[in-house]
């Protein structure tokens, strides 16, 4: 059913849009999408650094401090 909609179909779509909601109903309605976009996108790269963060601790050396340490092991 999509598939049938062309150029002409979608700019009328657009007009009609236009002509309900107005220019700034719909400039503040994209502004808060982008808001919520950014967001999301932040709270992705915090959560990958806080797994690479849980992965290097887990990782850390645990090689024996002293000389003597290592002559018990």
């Known amino acids: 059913m999509l598939n049938n909609i062309g150029l002409p179909g979608l700019l009328l779509i657009a007009v009609v849009v236009l002509v ?4 700034g109903k719909i400039s503040s309605l994209m502004g808060e999408v982008g808001k919520g976009i950014t ?35």
């Open 20 to 23: 309900l909601f107005g220019r």
């Open 39 to 73: 967001a999301f996108k932040r709270g992705v790269s915090d959560g990958a650094k806080e797994l690479e963060e849980d992965a290097s601790a887990e990782a850390k050396d645990i090689t024996p401090a002293k000389e003597t340490d290592k002559d018990k092991v």
